[in-house]
């Protein structure tokens, strides 16, 4: 199954289909999409978060107002936070031989990875509240006393933390870097590896996208008398250094490389089988960009 968390849908776009939301459907002999709304859950659970501080603070603070506490209960990440929770409930069902997710851009979900620290200063903050309003002298909360908001919080940092470990273990999941060969895009890739290292999170594949085929030296040799293809040459001499760059980080932290060159056709709906011969033919991560570009 293949699960989205885009907002813009842009799975329903590649697929040729309308996916929908929140239910699967199947797209080819045992292959589903699902899109996920988690911006939704994510707001759902502010709304429940507001609720449990107004039931633990309304009655001790005249004219509360659970809107003050509006951005304390937006926590950086949430939204893929709710997203990797649905990973999690398949994860669990076995129903799925095989679960491709289809992230977010990598800033929101590195942060979803980040989310049990955001949740634990939130309740540091509940707790202290609780402790200077009911003039306790622990922040520690008499067993059975524990309002349901926070079991509900450490239930999601519990969350969180299953997650991460699956994460970690490379016999169950894969994690690919898709980029391309540009300066943007390489520090990008190489950033993210360096946060998934910090929390032990492996990274299997790195593939470079949209790479200039070489067309070879007769080719290039008339790009001076026609400015069409030295544009082409020029791009292609400018991706060099950044592919290079990819080989060498991808050895240094024993990552496998793949690319993909520029297509003559857009990459979508039918097409997409064509694509995957492609991407995973024999050798494909041993990928060399200076082959000379054959059309399949």
């Known amino acids: 199954i293949l699960v989205s968390s885009d907002p813009a849908h842009s799975t329903d776009d590649v697929l040729g289909i309308n996916v929908g939301q929140g239910t699967r459907v199947e797209v080819a002999t045992n292959l589903w999409?699902?899109?996920?709304?988690?911006?939704?859950?994510?707001?759902?659970?502010?709304?429940?978060?507001?609720?449990?501080?107004?039931?633990?603070?309304?009655?001790q603070i005249p004219g509360w107002d659970g809107e003050i506490f509006t951005d304390m209960t937006s926590f950086p990440g949430m939204d893929e936070f709710f997203a990797l929770d649905e990973i999690l409930k398949l994860v669990q069902s076995?129903?799925?031989?095989?679960?491709?997710?289809?992230?977010?851009?990598?800033?929101?979900?590195?942060?979803?990875?980040?989310a049990p620290a955001a949740i634990r200063t939130f309740l540091l903050r509940i707790l202290r509240m609780k402790a200077k309003i009911d003039n306790l002298k622990s922040f520690m909360l008499k067993k059975g006393d524990t309002p349901k908001l926070i079991a509900h919080l450490e239930d999601i940092c519990a969350k969180v933390e299953r997650l991460t470990l699956i994460l970690r273990n490379p016999k169950f999941v894969s994690i690919n870097l898709?980029?391309?060969?540009?300066?943007?895009?390489?520090?990008?890739?190489y950033r993210t590896i360096q946060f998934l290292k910090k929390m032990n999170i492996p990274v299997g594949t790195i593939i470079v996208n949209n790479i200039m085929p070489n067309f070879g030296?007769?080719?290039?040799?008339?790009?001076?008398?026609?400015?069409?293809?030295?544009?082409?040459?020029?791009?292609?001499?400018?991706?060099?250094?950044?592919?290079?760059?990819f080989r060498d980080l991808c050895a240094?932290?024993?990552?496998?490389?793949?690319?993909?060159?520029?297509?003559?056709?857009?990459?979508?709906?039918?097409?997409?089988?064509?694509?995957?011969?492609?991407?995973?033919?024999?050798?494909?991560l041993e990928w060399d960009p200076t082959l000379p570009f054959k059309e399949t």
């Open 217 to 245: 030296a007769e080719e290039w040799d008339m790009a001076a008398e026609h400015p069409s293809i030295g544009l082409v040459k020029a791009e292609y001499d400018m991706q060099q250094p950044y592919l290079q760059q």
């Open 33 to 59: 999409a699902k899109n996920i709304n988690a911006e939704a859950n994510a707001n759902l659970f502010a709304d429940e978060m507001k609720k449990g501080m107004e039931a633990m603070f309304a009655k």
């Open 178 to 189: 898709v980029s391309i060969p540009s300066e943007a895009g390489f520090q990008e890739c």
């Open 252 to 284: 240094e932290e024993n990552i496998k490389l793949a690319g993909l060159s520029r297509l003559p056709f857009e990459p979508r709906a039918e097409k997409l089988g064509e694509v995957a011969k492609m991407l995973w033919r024999p050798g494909s």
């Open 94 to 114: 076995c129903d799925y031989d095989i679960i491709v997710f289809d992230t977010a851009p990598t800033g929101h979900t590195l942060k979803a990875l980040t």
